[in-house]
């Protein structure tokens, strides 16, 4: 079965500062790979997603991740991160039949 | 088009106490999931639904149950509740194979649950 590993529970930056979320995938093969945000109380929405192609994927809210299959990652990244963006944040990989297999989480806490 | 709506937002139910959650989604997808959601957890997989009529289970299905006898909607049941079920459920739809569609689940704003 696959697994995801986000290694920081918890990640503290200053507004301005810039952030990267670490997510590490098992998988043989080239994985489906996603990033979704959760606000406080609310659902799940996507940032972005990675099939195939580009190794440097773009999302919403300026946040954008790279594929590196050497190292089995997949890390979010945010070059000035801003007061609204602390939540916290999974990456997931798909399964046969389009089911998701998410990792622990990450807490972003920003610092004004 | 209100996406995927979950019915209650709360409840706290005593240990033995049986409920049915209601997810609805507007958007004509095939496939639905049930998650839960625990603290340093991330979101776990307990039954999910290619299509009408069809469940299956997920990672963590003991003690659910569920059905989708229409399209739209998929119930999750607790036939006798644990405090080990207190948790954020989310249930989620996609509908892989369309053009453009790109996999993406789109997720309820969750059920907070808790039993006593």
């Not at chain 1, 996603?34 to 192609?53: A, H, I, T």
């Not at chain 1, 590196?68 to 990989?93: G, I, M, T």
Request: aromatic share 12%.
């Amino acid at each position: 079965a696959q697994s995801v590993t986000q290694p920081d529970i918890h990640i503290t930056v200053s507004e301005g500062a810039s952030l990267e979320l670490r997510c590490n995938y098992s998988y043989g093969a080239t994985p489906y790979l996603f990033w979704y945000v959760q606000s406080p109380g609310q659902g799940l929405q996507l940032l972005l997603k990675y099939f195939s192609g580009d190794t440097l994927v773009q999302g919403i809210k300026g946040f954008e991740a790279e594929f590196k299959r050497s190292q089995s990652s997949f890390n979010l990244r945010k070059p000035s991160v801003h007061w609204s963006d602390a939540a916290e944040y999974f990456c997931a990989s798909m399964e046969y039949g389009n089911k998701l297999v998410f990792g622990a989480g990450t807490i972003l806490r920003v610092k004004s | 088009n209100a996406g995927v709506t979950q019915t209650p937002k709360f409840r706290v139910l005593k240990t033995g106490q049986s409920m049915t959650l209601l997810c609805a989604q507007d958007m004509n997808h095939e496939y639905m999931y049930w998650y839960r959601q625990d603290p340093g957890m991330g979101l776990r997989l307990i039954h999910y639904s290619v299509g009408e009529g069809t469940t299956a289970k997920g990672e963590v299905p003991d003690g659910y149950n569920v059905s989708r006898l229409k399209k739209q909607n998929f119930l999750l049941g607790l036939e006798s509740a644990a405090p080990s079920q207190t948790s954020v459920y989310f249930c989620a739809s996609t509908a892989p194979g369309l053009a453009g569609d790109s996999y993406e689940q789109y997720f309820g704003p969750g059920t907070r649950l808790t039993v006593t």
